[in-house]
């Protein structure tokens, strides 16, 4: 039975090896901790539909919630949710470097396993505001699946040192964790709602 691997880094002095490490547990469809622009998230390759039931048995989560996505930037975005050019002129701004981190809901496209999205016809998306995150979903290729790190209707996990009182079973915990230490900015993205194209839903601040 593998252990569950934590790593310290600095984000601000991040090692190409740390990088490559990343990506390839990714590429092995292991699920990952990683620091984000909003709080820890549990990550996995987008279209490994085995690590994203692996993520919803770790969180003990309802398969039925969706998971939203992280992109490396608009391309990526528009080869996954349908965006018109309304829409990506809402996006250009809602992502603008002095926004916050903002996750919205498309329409999906359908290209990724449906285990992500539930019975959802929306995806949710973000362009994270982290160059380590962007360098990452650079690196393999495909977007990555970010939720928070906890179990459902917990608390978020932001003391690394208890990480085996959280998993207890082996079996069902992340392959590898970095800890950044505590994040700047330690609540959810604010969340839109874009499918209606002519009317943006704010869901959450």
């Known amino acids: 039975m593998k252990k569950m691997i934590q790593l310290k880094v600095n984000l601000n002095k991040l090692k190409p090896a740390t990088i490559n490490l990343v990506a390839d547990f990714l590429q092995n469809q292991q699920v990952v901790v990683l620091p984000t622009d909003t709080i820890s998230g549990l990550s996995c390759l987008a279209d490994s539909t085995a690590a994203i039931k692996k993520i919803y048995r770790i969180k003990k989560r309802d398969q039925k919630k969706p998971l939203l996505i992280l992109i490396s930037d608009f391309k990526m975005a528009k080869k996954y949710a349908a965006i018109s050019p309304t829409q990506s002129k809402f996006l250009k701004q809602v992502w603008a470097e002095n926004q916050p981190p903002t996750t919205v809901i498309l329409k999906n496209l359908h290209k990724l396993p449906a285990q992500l999205t539930g019975d959802s016809d ?3 998306m973000r ?6 995150l962007v360098k990452i979903i650079k690196k393999v290729g495909v977007p990555l ?3 928070s790190f906890n179990l459902s209707g917990q608390k978020n996990i932001i003391n690394f040192n208890e990480l085996t009182k959280y ?3 082996k079996k069902n915990c992340p392959d590898l ?5 505590r994040a700047k900015r330690r609540k959810p993205s604010r969340l839109f709602d874009l499918r209606e194209e002519k009317n943006p839903l704010l869901l959450r601040k």
């Open 122 to 124: 929306g995806l949710a």
């Open 177 to 181: 964790v970095l800890n950044a230490g």
């Open 145 to 147: 699946v970010s939720t």
């Open 127 to 132: 362009l994270p505001k982290s160059a380590f």
């Open 167 to 169: 998993f207890p079973d």
